[in-house]
């Protein structure tokens, strides 16, 4: 028994909290009547399943009725239920129609399985069985399509709390293979948990609403996330209102008028997770976590308030990424996050335009616009993650934000936005090419001179000066001016690659990527930065 002591240990310290239900590997079809009500098939090609033979059961089923009944189930979006001739199982056809052309991406199967799961919810399946189908095009098909499937599952926080008896859609997911072995579907179906709790978490925090979710409750629910047997993530909370007023004034002046509330108090939550091995790279995140943007001072007006509860995008996508660290446990990897966690509220105490902050780097700031309160709330932390820099091995720094309206014109809904400065520079091409692999999508972008320009301060009174008066979207390059304000506040701008010390930094603006409120929150790109970062290490 104390050889297989430690097989125990690993299997009671898997937390399986943040899991929509009990996901496991189906061996064969035989038994699947018997076991699940519904069966969930997703494929580009319904008829031509019977060249895999372990799909003999099913496949002439689906043919038949795609060839004879409805030529339609192969048509993007549609979602054909099957009879059975035993009558005891549904069959669910989820159809991605064509993969092939050049616009065409593993996108197809998520939302295929995403649509089909949700008929099966509807439908009062309870355990179902999901069938996957390999595309040679797309090699994390299969995986892409477990991920979609597990998204239609997902119950928010707050029905959960307030309706425990509503906290699963289904009792069981099973998952089988058309192609693959045991072992690449455990490896598979191991990866899919790691992402999909990352994703919980970070849909817990950015979709809550404002009050289930303050500063002081977001530190809260953090703890319990990690509050689990052999959690390999420490977490610290700044939580005097003194210390953070004298290290990081700015984050401290955002949330001035907000701190008058003791519940809507700023916090700033500082994670970090050391894999066994060598350390190889320090990747250090910095999320933006404003709970509910009011605009401030420069107030919201027009109904443009509504939905700004999920500002919070960038420290959700810095929580749900260290979820999946401490669930896959990747090699030779160091990570540091902050959540940056305030309140813009409106009142007599806000800060203002005009005002001139003293930020913890001595750069003098001045305040143009209080709705531009992100890169605001960021910046002091940001200054702190870089002095840590100066003694990591290898690092990286990410800025993530939902921090611009800009960034949702210039690419649409769906998309993150990065960019890198010159010691960076690739990465973010790399990490779009791991988005593209795994359906969760990232347009580039370049920050340039002008970008520099635009924030130097207009007098002797200020070094830098935050924004202009108009919002994001009527600013040419309204999403990429924001990073260079973080590098020149945080005097990251002083260590490019002609610096004797360069240091790595992407920005990450993710405010197009989070889905559409009040709907379900993408979870991304939670996914698309495990996949570059955590995954290869695993």
Same mark, same amino acid.
């Not at 052309?101 to 197809?108: A, H, I, L």
């Not at 990286?396 to 769906?414: K, S």
């Given at each position: 028994l104390r050889y297989l002591q430690p097989m125990f240990d690993l299997f009671s310290s898997m937390d399986t909290r943040y899991l929509p239900c009990e996901i496991k590997r189906v061996d064969s079809l035989a038994t699947a009547g018997s076991e699940y009500d519904t069966i969930v098939v997703v494929t580009h090609d319904p008829t031509n399943l019977s060249k895999?033979?372990?799909?003999?059961?099913? *496949?002439?089923?689906?043919?038949?009725?795609?060839?004879?009944?409805?030529?339609?189930?192969?048509?993007?979006? %549609?979602?054909? =239920?099957?009879?059975?001739?035993?009558?005891?199982?549904?069959?669910?056809?989820?159809?991605?129609?064509? +993969?092939?052309?050049?616009? $065409?991406?593993?996108?197809?199967?998520?939302?295929? @399985?995403?649509? @089909?799961?949700?008929?099966?919810?509807?439908?009062?399946?309870?355990? =179902?069985?999901?069938?996957?189908?390999?595309?040679?095009?797309?090699?994390?098909?299969?995986?892409?399509?477990?991920?979609?499937?597990?998204?239609?599952?997902?119950?928010?926080?707050? +029905?959960?709390?307030?309706?425990?008896?509503?906290?699963?859609?289904?009792?069981?997911?099973?998952?089988?293979? *058309?192609?693959? $072995?045991? &072992? %690449? /579907?455990?490896?598979?179906?191991?990866?899919?948990?790691?992402?999909?709790?990352? &994703?919980?978490v970070q849909r817990d925090v950015i979709g809550s609403d404002p009050e289930r979710m303050t500063p002081i409750r977001t530190a809260q629910y953090m703890t319990d996330v990690f509050n689990n047997r052999g959690s390999n993530v420490k977490v610290t909370v700044i939580e005097d209102q003194k210390v953070i007023e004298k290290e990081f004034p700015l984050m401290a002046a955002v949330n001035r008028c907000a701190n008058t509330i003791p519940r809507h108090q700023a916090r700033l939550i500082e994670l970090e997770y050391t894999g066994t091995g060598d350390i190889k790279e320090t990747l250090m995140f910095v999320g933006k976590g404003v709970t509910l943007d009011t605009g401030g001072t420069d107030i919201k007006t027009g109904g443009n308030m509504f939905?700004?509860?999920?500002?919070?995008?960038?420290?959700?996508?810095? @929580?749900?990424?260290?979820?999946?660290?401490?669930?896959?446990?990747?090699?030779?990897? &160091? =990570?540091?996050?902050? /959540?940056?966690?305030?309140?813009?509220?409106?009142?007599?105490?806000?800060?203002?335009?005009?005002?001139?902050?003293?930020?913890?780097?001595?750069?003098?700031?001045?305040?143009?616009?209080?709705?531009?309160?992100?890169?605001?709330?960021?910046?002091?932390?940001?200054?702190?993650?870089?002095?840590?820099?100066? &003694?990591?091995?290898?690092?990286?720094?990410?800025?993530? *934000?939902?921090?611009?309206?800009?960034?949702?014109?210039?690419?649409?809904?769906?998309?993150?936005? @990065?960019?890198?400065?010159?010691?960076?520079?690739?990465?973010?091409?790399?990490?779009?090419?791991?988005g593209e692999e795994i359906g969760d999508m990232i347009e580039l972008s370049r920050i340039r001179r002008e970008d520099y320009k635009f924030h130097t301060g207009e007098s002797e009174y200020e070094d830098i000066r935050q924004s202009n008066t108009k919002p994001s979207t009527q600013t040419p390059r309204g999403h990429i001016t924001p990073a260079a304000f973080l590098m020149m506040g945080s005097l990251l701008d002083q260590h490019g690659k002609d610096s004797r010390n360069p240091i790595k930094y992407t920005h990450l603006d993710i405010a197009a990527a989070d889905g559409t409120f009040p709907g379900i929150p993408t979870g991304y790109p939670v996914t698309a930065l495990a996949n570059q970062f955590i995954l290869p290490n695993v």
């Open positions: 895999f033979t372990t799909l003999t059961k099913i *496949a002439t089923t689906i043919e038949n009725f795609v060839k004879n009944v409805d030529h339609s189930a192969c048509n993007v979006g %549609t979602t054909s =239920v099957i009879p059975t001739t035993d009558g005891t199982t549904r069959i669910i056809l989820g159809g991605t129609g064509p +993969v092939t052309r050049d616009y $065409d991406d593993v996108r197809r199967f998520k939302e295929a @399985a995403e649509n @089909a799961m949700k008929k099966a919810v509807c439908a009062g399946a309870k355990k =179902v069985l999901l069938v996957t189908v390999p595309y040679e095009k797309f090699p994390k098909t299969e995986l892409v399509t477990l991920m979609g499937a597990m998204q239609s599952l997902y119950v928010p926080l707050e +029905v959960k709390e307030a309706k425990p008896e509503m906290k699963q859609r289904i009792q069981c997911l099973g998952v089988f293979s *058309a192609d693959s $072995d045991s &072992k %690449t /579907m455990d490896t598979m179906i191991e990866m899919a948990r790691g992402m999909e709790s990352g &994703k919980t939905g700004m509860s999920r500002d919070k995008g960038g420290a959700a996508t810095v @929580a749900g990424l260290f979820k999946t660290l401490d669930l896959l446990r990747p090699k030779n990897i &160091k =990570v540091v996050g902050y /959540m940056c966690m305030v309140r813009n509220s409106v009142g007599a105490n806000s800060y203002t335009c005009d005002e001139i902050i003293t930020s913890r780097s001595g750069k003098r700031i001045r305040i143009v616009n209080t709705d531009a309160e992100g890169r605001v709330t960021m910046l002091d932390p940001l200054t702190k993650m870089r002095e840590r820099a100066e &003694k990591e091995k290898n690092p990286h720094i990410f800025t993530v *934000a939902t921090l611009t309206g800009h960034a949702v014109i210039a690419v649409g809904e769906g998309y993150s936005i @990065a960019m890198d400065n010159g010691p960076a520079l690739g990465t973010s091409y790399f990490l779009q090419g791991a």
